[in-house]
């Protein structure tokens, strides 16, 4: 392989994030090559991006749509372990959701490989043992999502204690809509996110404001902060993407448009900066102003009860992400109303019966099990008319 081309996997390549990626590796042709590529039924796209980067190995799931034939091309399929560790990957990109990206993360950790992480919930479930094994083999975890990437390049050069990491947020779709109107909002209401282009999943947890707990975790394991020193503020303009506050009151800040693209970008050429023209500039004069407001924890239910099970430990925060993948899942599929979601998630792990110092095997089993116990209650409720 040319010594000038970074080797790529990407997990995750027909979702919003993946996508993006492939973006990047578009502007900049001569800096990487593509040699897997993992999707989940989004077959006629994933076609598309063979045809396009010429992997080596893919990875999707069965059956195929119609008019659709993999086997006639040149990527061979194999699992996503085997993706994520191919010979010739320099850097795995983790860009799906759910807990899918666990094994094959810890798999290329193993091998010692960077990951470029935007799956939330592999740091969700087992941050303690992610950022063990990472130090261990000496792997480099390069934030991917806005708001740890923005916390990332506010630290770098710096050897200051943090005081605070200050984390934004936009809201959601329905920050401005009044709370005792929340029953009446619809799925397609929930998508419309007022400032970033998003997948439906991750723009329904922005709605209830789970999205945001999950980078509280993140954060916290990610640059060991204590909990107590995490805030999280609304930012409708979604300029700034996280603040740090270090010890002598200093604050610093990131700010670009929204555009996942550059944290992508970011990730891709750590230590590096390359232009990129295709990518807006932050304009102070066009922009006018930036506003902040309270978390208003009435309007957002999730975000605390996310937080109390995550700092639980054991495999709570693995039970956590497998009930809100299912809520999610209920609400998208009119099985329940958008204010149905923090209630549905917080019955559902009452039943819950933790494991300490889980396996790897045990926080997929936990997050299944979360999954289930959803689906559970969404059948009886609709038995139950």
Request: hydrophobic share 40%; charged share 25%; glycine share 6%.
């Amino acid at each position: 392989m040319d010594e000038r081309l970074k080797g790529l996997s990407v997990l995750g390549s027909t979702g919003s994030v993946g996508t993006q990626v492939l973006d990047i590796v578009r502007t900049y042709p001569d800096r990487f090559t593509v040699i897997g590529l993992a999707a989940n039924r989004n077959h006629k796209l994933l076609s598309e991006q063979i045809e396009e980067f010429e992997p080596r190995f893919v990875y999707y799931k069965k059956p195929l749509e119609e008019g659709i034939d993999f086997p006639a091309r040149k990527a061979r399929k194999v699992n996503l372990s085997e993706i994520a560790t191919a010979d010739d990957v320099d850097i795995v990109v983790t860009a799906t959701t759910g807990d899918v990206a666990l094994s094959p993360t810890f798999d290329a950790i193993e091998k010692g490989l960077d990951i470029a992480i935007a799956n939330k919930e592999t740091i969700i479930m087992a941050g303690a043992k992610l950022m063990r094994d990472a130090g261990n083999k000496g792997v480099s975890l390069l934030p991917v999502d806005s708001e740890p990437s923005a916390i990332w390049q506010c630290l770098r050069g710096e050897n200051s204690l943090i005081e605070k990491l200050v984390i934004t947020a936009s809201g959601g779709a329905f920050r401005d809509v009044p709370i005792e109107e929340l029953d009446q909002v619809q799925r397609t209401d929930a998508l419309k996110h007022p400032t970033w282009e998003m997948g439906a999943k991750i723009s329904v947890d922005s709605a209830t404001m789970m999205n945001k707990a999950f980078e509280v975790i993140e954060a916290k394991w990610l640059f060991n902060v204590d909990w107590n020193r995490i805030d999280v503020v609304i930012h409708p303009e979604s300029i700034i993407h996280s603040m740090v506050e270090f010890e002598d009151g200093s604050t610093k800040a990131q700010l670009s448009p929204p555009d996942m693209r550059l944290p992508i970008q970011h990730a891709l050429f750590y230590p590096e900066r390359l232009p990129n023209t295709k990518l807006s500039r932050f304009d102070p004069v066009k922009t006018k102003e930036l506003t902040f407001r309270e978390l208003d924890h009435d309007r957002y239910p999730c975000f605390q009860m996310a937080l109390d099970h995550a700092k639980k430990g054991g495999t709570w925060p693995s039970a956590l992400c497998g009930a809100d993948d299912g809520a999610v899942e209920a609400f998208l599929g009119g099985k329940i109303s958008f204010r149905e979601i923090e209630p549905l998630i917080r019955t559902s792990l009452l039943a819950h019966k933790s494991v300490t110092n889980p396996s790897l095997e045990q926080m997929q089993a936990a997050s299944k099990w979360g999954k289930n116990q959803v689906n559970n209650l969404v059948s009886t409720k609709g038995d139950n008319g």
